[in-house]
Structures are given as C-alpha cells and as structure tokens.
C-alpha cells in the first residue's frame, strides 16, 4: 500500500480546514433596456414595483423587484423629453402604488414648446397629458397627496431663464405661481413633508451667494434659512428631508445636516471626500441616520462614482464603489438594504446588503465537533475584522451585532447551515467608536462576545 508523504498529509489536512470564501460585490450592474440613454431619479412604490426617469421621454417599469425592466412612454407619440440632471430635481412623484405624476417638456430642452405634466391614477397603464401654460420648460414635481403638489418650471424667453414654483391643490388640474426668481438664482425641487412644510434651494452662479428657503404655508411665502456663497463646483445641488427637523443637502464636495428643521445647518467631516474634487447630485435617506449619498469626481472623465453610506446620522461614512461612470443621478432604497441608483449613459446597479462589498461564507470541509463562537480578529479594529463559529449539526444560525444598549446594528448570518466552521467579514464602516456584542444562535446553542471599534 502506498504511503502518503507526511507533507502532503499536513497540507490537505490545513486546507481542508479552511472554507472556500469570494467577495460579494455590493453594487450590481444591470442592462437598461434603453440601452445608453441617460438614467435620473429612481421611485419605488413598492417592495417590488419601481420607476426610473429617462432623458428621452420615457420611464423604466419593474414590478418584480428589477429583475426585469420594461419601458412606458407616457406621452405616448408625444416628442418630449424628462430632467435626469438632479441638479435640477426630481421629475417624478408617485404618492402611491396607483397615482402618480412626471413632468418635462414637449420637444428638446434646448428647443422646448412647452413644459407639460402626464399623471396616471391607475399604476401607469394610462397617462393624461396637462400643459403648463405660460412656461417652456418642466423640471421637476413633487406631490404630498393626491391633491397637494408643487411644480418647479422655466420661462426661457433669450437671453434670461426665470425659476418659478407654481403650486396646486386640486391633483394638478390648476397651478398658481408659488415663486419666482430673476435670471441671477433658479430653484430646485422643493421638498415638502407635509401641505404646509416645504424647503427649497436656491442657487446661483458661481462666486455669489446659494440658498436655502424655507416655507411653513405650503409656499404662498418662503424665507431664507441658509447662505452659502457659492464658491465650489455645482454650488448646492440636491435635497431631502425625512421629517420636518432632519434634512441633508449636498452639492460640491460639501454634505451638510439639521436636526432642527434648518434653523441651523452644520457641515460634515469625514465624509471621505474631497471639497474640491467631487460632486454630490444624488441621495436618499430611509430616516434620520440610514442614508446614501452618490459622489463623483469632477476632476476626471468619465466620472468615477462611489456611493458614500452613512447609519449613525452622518458621524461616520463608509466608501462603497459602484463601477459605473458619468455621474449618479438617482438613488433609491425600499429599506436598509435593497436598492438601486442609475446616471448616466445608461447606468444602472442595484444592491441586496446596502452597498457594502462583503466576503460570501462557505463551510469549511472539516466538521466541527461543537457548537463555538471565536473571538473576533483583529481586535480592536478598523473598519473590518474576522468572525468564527463552528456548528457540529445542521440548524439554522443567526450572527448579529448589537451596540451596548441592545440595540442591532448588523445581521450577519441568518440562514441553515450544514453542519461546519465558517468565517464571516464583518464591516463597521459606518459604525461609531466603541465596544459592540456579537451573538451566535443556532440549535439551542447562544453565545455572545465584545468586540471593539476604533477609528
């Protein structure tokens, strides 16, 4: 009988103690079934059901969680075309799975023939057409309810292009002028949380003042809250609030907070980008401290875009890498970890664990022989460490991260396992300073062990 060499012995018996481990990617490209065409704003009204804006004049459809996409063209022979540059905000507001409405302009944008407004009360199977009478250009709309919206549009007579929000709160059937501005600032999208509460940027060439304005009676008057001179490229770009005393707004390298429905607004550091370098034109917050934020050099092209991601309010950011270029101008979430962000020349991603690159676990091919949870290692660490369990049946394992008051901050694992020892990456990225739990469930078995952040 042949005698195995102790050596090669040794050799397949350490291997065969290790687990077969991959990287799992935390954005995803998808096909676009317009191919190259420029991609905006992302709603979803839905687990499931999901909109995207297309420059061209027609919309992306999925009802089965963007597995597949389908094409709606509301204006049906109608030539129009719809804004994807967020700078000029969000065309696009369903208040729910059924009613929703898109706004642009008949034409091309450098030649319009009038801003219009398509609106759906029956998910998008058919599509009424209303012309804003007395304005060129429609950029962007947003609705609280089914009668309360707002409406950002453009009079382009040469030399000059006069903002104007128009207001209605009958569906859209009348608009009345709610402001308008000189051909020195232009509004973007307001936002509104409710009829009354609204926020608003005002911008402006570079090298003189940007603002944020503020209304408390639906925008029959607004005042300023916030300036800003507008010294970085693209000034103050996008906004969100997610109740009336938390919002974020972001433009040229610059992120910035209120917790005190913008009375006062602080700038974030260590955010990870660069003021002077990048551009932010795209974000989406589920809360006051679950967000994303699309960013893109504006020193190189095409672009190179990253998404920056955020859960304790903005105290700490973590970089997620995206692969596609020219820019992000849509983002969106249907919780914390299943979205989707689209830009430019058509592209298109989506994520299934907020994001984040991780490592996929496999089991080892040695069988454990009991139930353990190893101390993680390295630690204490920045920003990722490596955690151990071993279970000696099969039995449904669930891995997860708590802070010191009980609270959750992470599921790692929660599936059944074959019997084995497993490896999982865990990433703190966006986590605080400070000592975490980590706690192992499976087949009766619970153990929970300290790991410590430190950055």
């Not at 709309?141 to 209605?168: L, M, R, Y």
């Not at 989406?284 to 050099?297: E, K, R, V, Y």
């Not at 992470?410 to 599936?415: I, P, Q, W």
């Not at 019997?419 to 990433?427: H, I, K, L, M, R």
């Amino acid at each position: 009988m042949k005698i195995m060499p102790l050596f090669s012995f040794l050799m397949i018996a350490v291997f065969a103690s290790f687990q077969t481990i991959s990287p799992q990617p935390g954005w995803v490209s998808q096909t676009s079934p317009l191919g190259q065409e420029a991609l905006g704003q992302i709603q979803f009204v839905s687990a499931s059901e999901g909109w995207i804006v297309s420059a061209g004049g027609e919309l992306l459809h999925t009802t089965n969680f963007g597995a597949n996409w389908s094409t709606v063209k509301p204006g049906g022979s109608d030539t129009v075309s719809f804004n994807v540059n967020s700078l000029a905000g969000r065309p696009l507001c369903f208040v729910n799975a059924a009613t929703g409405w898109v706004i642009g302009e008949l034409g091309d944008p450098a030649d319009p023939r009038g801003a219009v407004i398509y609106s759906t009360t029956n998910s998008g199977s058919s599509w009424t057409k209303q012309l804003v009478k007395g304005w060129s250009n429609g950029v962007a709309v947003q609705f609280v309810d089914a009668n309360n919206g707002w409406a950002t549009v453009v009079n382009n007579p040469a030399p000059n292009f006069i903002w104007s929000v128009v207001h209605t709160t009958n569906g859209g059937s009348d608009w009345a002028l709610s402001h308008s501005d000189s051909a020195d600032g232009k509004f973007f999208d307001p936002y509104f949380t409710d009829p009354e509460n609204g926020w608003a940027i005002l911008d402006s060439v570079a090298g003189t003042p940007c603002w944020i304005l503020h209304t408390t009676n639906g925008g029959s008057t607004w005042t300023t809250q916030f300036s800003q001179s507008n010294t970085m490229y693209g000034g103050l770009c996008a906004l969100q609030f997610t109740d009336t005393k938390h919002g974020w707004v972001v433009g040229g390298g610059e992120i910035c907070h209120t917790t005190d429905g913008g009375t006062t607004w602080s700038m974030l550091p260590n955010t990870g980008i660069s003021p002077s370098s990048s551009t932010q034109h795209a974000l989406f917050f589920l809360n006051a401290d679950t967000g994303w934020i699309g960013s893109q050099s504006s020193t190189t092209y095409p672009d190179t875009s990253v998404v920056l991601y955020t859960t304790d309010g903005g105290v700490s950011w973590s970089t997620e890498a995206t692969g596609i270029q020219y820019g992000i101008s849509g983002l969106c979430f249907v919780d914390a970890k299943n979205g989707w962000l689209a830009g430019g020349e058509g592209g298109l991603c989506s994520t299934t664990n907020s994001g984040v690159t991780t490592v996929q676990e496999g089991p080892a091919r040695g069988i454990a022989d009991r139930f353990e949870l190893n101390q993680n290692f390295p630690n204490p660490f920045n920003p990722t460490t490596t955690i151990r369990y071993a279970i000696p049946i099969r039995s449904h394992v669930t891995l997860r991260v708590f802070n010191t008051l009980g609270q959750e901050v992470a599921e790692l694992v929660d599936a059944e396992k074959i019997a084995g020892t497993y490896t999982v990456t865990f990433d703190a990225g966006g986590l605080a300073s400070g000592v975490y739990l980590y706690r192992l469930e499976t087949g009766g078995f619970v153990q929970t062990r300290k790991l410590m952040v430190i950055k």
